[in-house]
């Protein structure tokens, strides 16, 4: 199977400061798409982004950013001025064909 | 769009008792997902529908468990003489795509609970 590591199993930052989520992945396909997914306390997964591996451009929404680099099979995942909302669970999955193969998951904790 | 649904959203059963779970998907969503999320984990896929056709499943779906999209609408999860391993998030998602893969959305979730 090929996988998608989380490295960082918890990370905790005090609001406003800004974090960066990692992600790796293993692949042997040429196109694939990448996703970050938000579960917040209530457990509902949250889709957050979806990239197409052609498409290497970083993208900004709003507090939300994302670096995908193909060279190092990357797709980090930054939050700037973090929010104590922003206090989840994120997953980092990739396709393999049509199911999603998840990451473990990286708990961010943001403390007032 | 009301989003995917499912229901129950909790379900205790006892060991060696049958459990059925629905999954409501997003109206014009033509593919249906199943996964399985275990405390700190990820998700891990079970199967896949397009419109009513399984077309994939995960080596994880044991012959106890089978799932069905009868309509290519709703979807149902069935597990049969359930076992403690079976406790989990049983998850279900939604997307549409005729070609490459769409943004799946999921349910909220039914957690099982097998004592």
Known sequence: ?112 | DTGVSQNPRHKITKRGQNVTFRCDPISEHNRLYWYRQTLGQGPEFLTYFQNEAQLEKSRLLSDRFSAERPKGSFSTLEIQRTEQGDSAMYLCASSFSETGLGEQYFGPGTRLTVT
């Open chain 1, 1 to 112: 199977a090929q996988k998608v590591t989380q490295a960082q199993t918890e990370i905790s930052v005090v609001e406003k400061e800004d974090v960066t989520l990692d992600c790796v992945y293993e692949t042997r396909d040429t196109t694939y798409y990448l996703f970050w997914y938000k579960q917040p306390p209530s457990g509902e997964l949250v889709f957050l982004i979806r990239r197409n591996s052609f498409d290497e451009q970083n993208e900004i929404s709003g507090r939300y950013s994302w670096n995908f680099q193909k060279s190092t099979s990357s797709f980090n995942f930054t939050i700037t001025a973090s929010q104590v909302v922003d206090s989840a669970v994120y997953f980092c999955a990739r396709n393999a064909g049509n199911m999603l193969t998840f990451g473990g998951g990286t708990r961010l904790m943001v403390k007032p």
